[in-house]
């Protein structure tokens, strides 16, 4: 089976402006979740996408918003970027968090700079 | 709330030797996993090893083992006979069971090793 999916895999933006991330999982995988690494807060939950609904959040802003589609495929939307959104974003996409297997696979993550 | 410590930020060994990396965790949950991944430069996040709360067993997967003591919510990666390409940060992460799972997965710090040649 192909892995995770991450396009694209680097993107340069200005602040104030706005990015899509976007996010294929494992084919079967119907959970998706998006996760922020930076060398100061290390790896942190946003959000997690189940049969295209938002089942749990973590603490982030209102900016950072997400979507999941009928293939189970994921897009994340930052708005307004500031500075300190610059990071890698990753995808990890899992089986069903009800089935006993629950492991999540992570995508090669996109690497977001902010200017 | 979850917590998860890895209190070693780096460890260097030699190849072939073996090295143990640390991870506590605190919770009132009783049925979790715990897992570590490893990053290595390439930045690809990969699962190392799994192990379900129920199972009194450790894990093992060729190399890598676990050791877990549930009570003292301790959970440990032993890596054998080290290889030059295990070098890479190692992440200890915890994740509730079931659905609905506010702060799904906690992730620790991290430990970056190095395996010299």
């Known amino acids: 089976k192909a892995g995770v999916t991450q396009t694209p895999r680097y993107l340069i933006k200005t602040r104030g402006q706005q990015v899509t991330l976007s996010c294929s999982p494992i084919?079967?995988?119907?959970?998706v979740s998006w996760y922020q690494q930076t060398p100061g807060q290390g790896l942190q939950f946003l959000f997690e996408?189940?049969?295209?609904?938002?089942?749990n959040k973590g603490n982030f802003p209102g900016r950072f918003s997400g979507r999941q589609f009928s293939n189970s495929r994921s897009e994340m939307n930052v708005s307004t970027l500031e500075l300190g959104d610059s990071a890698l974003y990753l995808c990890?996409?899992?089986?069903?968090?009800?089935?006993?297997?629950?492991?999540?696979?992570f995508g090669p993550g996109t690497r977001l700079t902010v200017l | 709330a979850q917590t998860v410590t890895q209190s070693q930020p780096e460890m260097s060994v030699q190849e072939a030797e073996t090295v143990t990396l640390s991870c506590t965790y605190d919770?009132?949950?009783?049925?979790?996993?715990l897992f570590w991944y490893k990053q290595p430069p390439s930045r690809q996040m990969i699962l190392v090893i799994r192990q379900e709360a129920y199972k009194q067993q450790n894990a093992t997967e060729n190399r890598f083992s676990v050791n877990f003591q549930k009570a003292a919510k301790s959970f440990s990666l032993k890596i054998s006979d080290s290889q030059l390409g295990d070098t890479a940060m190692y992440f200890c992460?915890?994740?509730?069971?079931?659905?609905?799972?506010?702060?799904?997965?906690?992730f620790g710090k991290g430990t970056r090793l190095h395996i010299l040649p």
């Open positions: 996408y189940f049969s295209e609904t938002q089942r």
């Open positions: 919770t009132s949950e009783n049925n979790y996993y």
């Open positions: 992460a915890f994740m509730k069971h079931g659905v609905n799972r506010d702060d799904k997965i906690i």
């Open positions: 990890a996409s899992s089986l069903d968090p009800g089935v006993s297997t629950d492991t999540q696979y």
């Open positions: 084919s079967g995988h119907r959970s």
